[in-house]
Nanobody, 126 residues
Framework: EVQLVESGGGLVQAGGSLRLSCVGS????????IGWFRQAPGKEREGVSC????????YYRDSVRGRFIISIDNAKDTVYLQMHDLKPEDTAIYYC???????????????????WGQGTQVTVSS
């Protein structure tokens, strides 16, 4: 069974940090782009940051560039999202998605994934 399992969400004060993890099972990350997406109440899901397992190329949406860092451990089929200087507008459910034979930017912009995780809640208080 293919699964993506997110963890690391929680409640943090503005300016704080969190690290999200996404672990894949039932498939390997080879030739996949893996990304983080988020959905706040009443808003559409948006791409946050993505990474290519093949060449490590990355995508960041403008509002998180310089604050978030995405990384991948191919040996562990795990993608991390280190989030710094969190803001209340970062509050959302964060989902992990994997897209086969796609580059990081395309995944981040189009949001079309073959597999999705269940999400982890990130809440940033002001």
């Amino acid at each position: 069974e293919v699964q993506l399992v997110e963890s690391g969400g929680g409640l943090v004060q503005a300016g704080g940090s969190l690290r999200l993890s996404c672990v894949g099972s039932g498939f390997t990350f080879d030739d996949y782009a893996i990304g983080w997406f988020r959905q706040a109440p009443g808003k559409e899901r948006e791409g946050v940051s993505c990474i290519s397992s093949k060449d490590g190329s990355t995508y960041y949406r403008d509002s998180v560039r310089g604050r978030f860092i995405i990384s991948i451990d191919n040996a562990k089929d795990t993608v991390y999202l280190q989030m710094h200087d969190l803001k209340p507008e970062d509050t959302a459910i964060y989902y992990c998605g994997a897209s086969y034979f796609t580059d990081a930017q395309a995944l981040g912009i189009l949001g079309r994934a073959n597999y999705w995780g269940q999400g982890t809640q990130v809440t940033v208080s002001s």
